[in-house]
């Protein structure tokens, strides 16, 4: 007779053995399984079919295939995989020598009514001599007339407007 163990791995590790030894056992025999319900409808005698052997096997909806079903998509799913050589040339891209600068220049309004502050960002980097920028920082500030300032008079939508200006941006070459 074995001696117990106190050690809870041990009586662990000897559950787990008793049931990977059982599992083999279980897989052949099953639960009887009764037939579907006919709703009414009358079995017409055999119906002309393909035989047994060269039928189409049926869907077995378990994990397995449906974990087969996501990596047979999966290629649709994933990005491309792109070539050495196009990693690269993105790499250098972003290793481009670029300094950030610090200033104030006004956003132009954009044809879509916001603030264009990727042409103020370029403006700024080329007064301090770089080719092109990306605004870092942003301020923006509500601007009225004197008009606003009377009192009794009703504000109207066209007495204050919102300035935004670049303060730095990230300037490359």
């Known amino acids: 007779m074995m001696a117990r163990s106190g050690n809870p791995a041990v009586q662990l590790g000897t559950l787990i053995s008793a049931v990977l030894l059982l599992l083999p056992g279980a897989g052949g025999t099953g639960w009887a399984q009764s037939a579907p319900p006919s709703l009414g409808l009358q079995e017409q005698g055999p119906q002309a079919g393909p035989p047994p052997s060269t039928a189409a096997p049926s869907e077995n909806p378990g994990l397995i295939n449906e974990m087969g079903k996501l990596f047979d998509k999966l290629p649709s799913i994933l990005p491309p995989i792109k070539s050495p050589s ?31 502050c990727k042409l103020a960002a370029d403006q700024l980097c080329q007064g301090k001599g770089y080719k092109e920028g990306r605004s870092l920082n942003t301020d923006s500030a509500e601007k009225c007339s004197a008009r606003v300032l009377i009192p009794g008079r009703q504000r109207k939508p066209d007495d204050c407007r919102t300035d935004t200006v670049v303060t730095s941006a990230l300037c490359q070459n």
């Open 86 to 116: 196009e990693t690269m040339n993105d790499l250098s891209r972003l290793a481009r020598p670029s300094s950030m600068v610090s200033g104030r220049v006004a956003c132009p309004v954009s044809p879509s009514g916001g603030p264009d």
